[in-house]
């Protein structure tokens, strides 16, 4: 008897949705983003508000990576739908806060698919996946350096226009 | 488990009291033997059927005292069958696809280790 799930696709129904999971957590990510953009542009924040549709581009095309991969591996890529993204903030750091979190469940993410890929023994899942572990190396310094200015350069005065100021200056180039 | 005849060319997958599902190597295809009727799906189909049977909340089913009847309508997109099912189908239904797809993936276990490591 032939082996016609594997025939068809590359990775298991399991690796499959976890992988459409992240698509739809990706997705989220990019859309939380756009929100903050939005808020900190409203709240004169200029900077801030680019680096946030930076990272909003970056983020749909992550989601867009592990579409493809799904759809290129046999599987069956399925278009997210995404609710519920918080679009008031408190305060500027607050909206910093919950971009750190948010990198710091997509790694997560990543490590349980990248677990699950071992049991399965799928490398070439694990291969994929290898790009986007490095990638969340650069996404959580960038989120927790933004937040360092915070403590660096203090709130008081003009520190939040210094803040806004340096946020769009974050960058990451280590060759580690 | 691998029985296959050279009339048909259908190897037995998984069957209990109520159905059966064949695999079809030349098609590469099931034929699920249920509720009266041999279907064919294809492998899209197939995972299709599987994920819309797993998502009925059977507990629910059970509970439910409302006197709405306990039929349930599997329909699936793209698909030329459809099922109408009474609960108790649904679970024999579920219980086929259950054993089918453990033996779907025995079968893949088997490939993985006889077959590819001889190539």
């Not at chain 1, 590359?10 to 983003?33: P, R």
């Not at chain 1, 694990?126 to 986007?132: K, S, T, V």
């Not at chain 2, 993936?105 to 088997?110: C, P």
Request: hydrophobic residues 40%.
């Amino acid at each position: 008897m032939k082996d016609l799930l594997r025939i068809k696709s590359l990775i298991s129904s399991d690796i499959e949705a976890l992988l459409n999971q992240q698509v739809k957590k990706e997705a989220f990510s990019s859309s939380a983003y756009l929100a903050m953009a939005s808020w900190c542009n409203r709240n004169g924040y200029d900077f801030s508000s680019e680096y946030f549709f930076k990272q909003a581009e970056e983020e749909r095309h992550h989601q867009l990576k592990f579409y493809k991969y799904i759809l290129d591996m046999g599987g069956n890529a399925v278009s997210p739908e995404v609710t519920g993204i918080k679009q008031e903030y408190n305060s500027f750091r607050e909206v910093f806060e919950d971009a750190l979190d948010q990198e710091i469940s997509v790694t997560n993410a990543i490590k349980n698919i990248y677990a699950r890929c071992m049991k399965e023994q799928d490398f070439v899942t694990m291969e994929f996946l290898n790009w986007f572990l490095k990638e969340q190396r650069e996404e959580e310094y960038k989120a927790r350096r933004a937040l360092e200015l915070f403590e660096v350069i203090g709130e008081e005065g003009t520190g939040r226009w210094q803040i806004d100021k340096h946020v769009g200056q974050i960058k990451y180039d280590s060759e580690a | 488990m691998i029985a296959t005849t050279e009339l048909t060319l259908w190897t037995d997958v998984f069957s209990t009291k109520t159905g059966a599902v064949y695999q079809c190597d030349a098609e590469r295809c099931w034929y699920v033997d249920f509720a009266g009727k041999v279907a064919r799906f294809d492998h899209r189909n197939f995972l299709k059927l599987r994920k819309a049977v797993y998502a009925i909340d059977i507990e629910q089913k059970l509970l439910n005292t409302t006197t709405d009847p306990d039929v349930e309508i599997i329909f699936i997109c793209a698909c030329d069958h459809c099922y109408v099912l009474s609960l108790a189908q649904i679970i024999s239904l579920r219980e086929l696809l259950e054993g089918t797809f453990v033996m779907l993936e025995l079968n893949h276990i088997i490939h993985d280790r006889l077959y590819s490591n001889s190539l």
